[in-house]
Structures are given as structure tokens and as C-alpha cells.
């Protein structure tokens, strides 16, 4: 087995079409047969189903297919690396968009002050998009703050966060004391999109507690998203280190839940069989330096009841 026949292999699976991969590789089709079969022997499996003249991949295929992209990435980084003289370091780092909004920026300054000949890529989306990313190889490290699925990832949580409900100070909420969950039944919401960590957790919750969301708004920028509440009155769940700055400016009131039920971590996230480089550990130890989520000391905030 060769890095080789776990090209030819991803082509297959990615195309689901022998003849694709031969063009892509420019050999024929009959010399991809030939590598799928040694790889099926090899491994004692069978890789694709064939049903009507179509390929269908295998749970064991779709097994190979994670560790051989992993694999096959990192040996083209290794000849980029070897071969390739005078080449920069890269590290390529995905962040959620509330990691995003309120860390990415300074924490990527004091990577380029402790590691400058390393060059970063930062990408910005939700936690299942940098999940997907981090398993197709395209990425070497994440840093989300909701629950990744594979078992294939892992997942370390690194800096303190939780959730608050905001609303304008003009909103009937505003300066209430204690509020019951059945309150925000009839309440419009500004939500994160499907598959935002924030999104989830702050759902599930309502669900758990028979509480039907009234979703006004669904938007990505939580710029946008603490407009509309300003504006429109409407509450938003949100990380409480997006708001600091209304809520201490009296712009925005917030709302905690009595039994803490939205605190959560952003979580440091990479493939499991990944070798940690120098730069990877440098982006982890700066991630948990923002471990700090005592913003709310000395401000008069609501309770969120289960009553």
C-alpha cells in the first residue's frame, strides 16, 4: 500500500467514478481497478459496493477515506517542506464565528509576535463546517465553541464561555429581576444559522424546557445580530463576550440562567492522529489565555427561571 494507491482511492470515492480518477491521474481505468483491489486485499475489506454499474463507498471506505486524506496531506506538506527551498512555514487555523468575532484577530498578533516565520490562514464559519474542514485535511487545528461529532476529532476545551439572553434597555424586559422561561414563548428571537454551536445549545435548552422558539431573524454576523436587537426589538442568545460593550454601556440588558445552563467552552479541536506541531501548540497555549469569562462583575442582570 502507497501513498500512491491512497490517492487513486480518494479520486474514486470523492468522484464516485473510476474513469474519473484515471483522467485525473492520467492512467486507465483498468490500473485504478488494479489499486482499489490491492488496497481491498490489503486491508482485508471491501471498500466500494458495486450496484448498476455505480460505486457505492463502504462503511469501511468511508473509514479509510478520513485517515487516507489526513495522510495524504501531510506526506505533500512533507515534500512542500523538504523540497521546496526557502518556504515558509504555514499553520491553517479555523475558528467559529463567535471565536472569531471576539479572539481571532489578537490572538493571531501574538502568534506572529512568538512564531513570525510561521504564516498563518485563518478560516471563520460554524463548528460543523470547521469540523468537516478539519477532517478533509483542510485544516490542522480548531478552536469552536460547539460539540463536535466525530469521534475521530479531539476535542479540548480551553477558555470559559456562556451564553446570555440580551434585549435593548427599551425592551419590557429590560431591568426585570427575574423572568420565566415560559416568558419567551411569544418573544422574536435573532438566531445564529443551523449548525452554530451558540444555535444549538441555546435550542436544546428552550426544548428541553417545552419552550417553542419564534425565530424572527436568522443571520451569521453577530455585528448584525446585536443591531437588530438594539433596533428591532428582539432578544438574541449570544456569547457573553460579544456584548460586554452595550451591556456596560446600558445599551443592552442582560438576561442569566439561574442554574447556569449555557456556560460552555470554546474548545481546541484537531485530528486525532495529527502530528502537533511546534506552531500547533503555540496556537493552543495562546487560545487558553483567554480563559477569563468574568464580565458581568457589578452589573444588575436578569434571572431566567424554570417556573
Not at 456569547?239 to 440562567?257: F, N
Request: with cysteine; glycine share 6%.
Amino acid at each position: 500500500m502507497t501513498i500512491r494507491h491512497l490517492k487513486i482511492f480518494i479520486a474514486v470515492a470523492e468522484t464516485g467514478k473510476m474513469s474519473a480518477a484515471a483522467a485525473k491521474y492520467f492512467i486507465s481505468q483498468p490500473t485504478v481497478s488494479q489499486a482499489i483491489r490491492e488496497l481491498e486485499t490489503h486491508y482485508g475489506v471491501l471498500l466500494f459496493e458495486r450496484i448498476s454499474k455505480k460505486l457505492y463507498i463502504t462503511e469501511a471506505g468511508k473509514n479509510l477515506l478520513t485517515y487516507a486524506r489526513v495522510a495524504v496531506k501531510q506526506f505533500d506538506e512533507l515534500n512542500t517542506y523538504m523540497l521546496i527551498e526557502g518556504h515558509a512555514e504555514k499553520i491553517r487555523v479555523g475558528v467559529t464565528v463567535t471565536v472569531g468575532s471576539c479572539m481571532l484577530p489578537s490572538m493571531l498578533n501574538r502568534f506572529q509576535e512568538r512564531m513570525p516565520q510561521v504564516e498563518p490562514f485563518a478560516y471563520m464559519n460554524n463548528t460543523k463546517s470547521i469540523e468537516d474542514k478539519i477532517l478533509q485535511a483542510e485544516l490542522d487545528i480548531g478552536i469552536v465553541e460547539g460539540q463536535v461529532k466525530s469521534h475521530d476529532l479531539v476535542n479540548s476545551p480551553a477558555v470559559k464561555d456562556y451564553l446570555v439572553i440580551v434585549c435593548a434597555n427599551t425592551h419590557r424586559l429590560a431591568g426585570r429581576k427575574r423572568i420565566s422561561v415560559k416568558e419567551l414563548e411569544n418573544e422574536r428571537f435573532v438566531m445564529r444559522e443551523e449548525g452554530s454551536g451558540t444555535r444549538e445549545l441555546f435550542e436544546n435548552y428552550m426544548q428541553n424546557n417545552g419552550v417553542k422558539l419564534k425565530i424572527g431573524w436568522e443571520i451569521t454576523c453577530p455585528g448584525v445580530i446585536k443591531n437588530v436587537v438594539l433596533e428591532n426589538d428582539c432578544l438574541a442568545a449570544i456569547s457573553i463576550r460579544l456584548v460586554t460593550e452595550e451591556i456596560k454601556a446600558g445599551r443592552m440588558y442582560v438576561i442569566k440562567s439561574r442554574e447556569n445552563a449555557w456556560d460552555r467552552s470554546f474548545n481546541i479541536v484537531y485530528y486525532k492522529n495529527k502530528y502537533i506541531t511546534e506552531s500547533m501548540k503555540a496556537i493552543m497555549e495562546i487560545a487558553r489565555e483567554y480563559d477569563n469569562a468574568d464580565f458581568l462583575k457589578g452589573i444588575p442582570t436578569g434571572i431566567l427561571v424554570n417556573e
